[in-house]
């Protein structure tokens, strides 16, 4: 009875140690002594960096798309016609995608087109 309350006590010993360590581990990615760039806990672009990212906007020279509603943060953009790009890794990394409708450049959620964030 005795090695069976031991042999049990050590199964979940074994068990249980992989998620109490994983559970404390500091986990640090990304490149060290590299350039810092970050971006809003909800994956928008930080303040500071708004005003380069426009400059890089306009140097790409994305085209402008038109819609006939007022270009809000909510909207969703149609299916067909847009083209949305990815945010260059300066900017931060973000899940987020980024074009221009009635030419302001908007941050959109890709998976539902919808404007996160209107920069101009």
Do not use: H, K
């Not at 559970?23 to 971006?39: E, N």
């Not at 038109?66 to 953009?77: E, M, S, W, Y």
């Amino acid at each position: 009875m005795r090695n069976s309350i031991l042999a049990l006590a050590a199964i979940a010993t074994a068990i249980g140690a992989p998620v109490a360590a994983q559970a404390q581990a500091d986990i640090t990615t990304g490149v060290v002594g590299g350039p810092s760039v970050a971006v809003e806990s909800d994956g928008r672009i930080m303040a500071e960096q708004r005003p380069a990212f426009r400059e890089y906007v306009v140097r790409e020279r994305v085209p402008s798309f038109t819609i006939p509603d007022r270009v809000v943060v909510g909207a969703v953009l149609p299916e067909m016609g847009v083209t949305y790009y990815d945010v260059p890794q300066r900017f931060g990394a973000t899940r987020l995608r980024y074009t221009v409708v009635n030419g302001e450049t908007v941050l959109v959620e890709p998976r539902t087109r919808r404007i996160v964030e209107v920069l101009d």
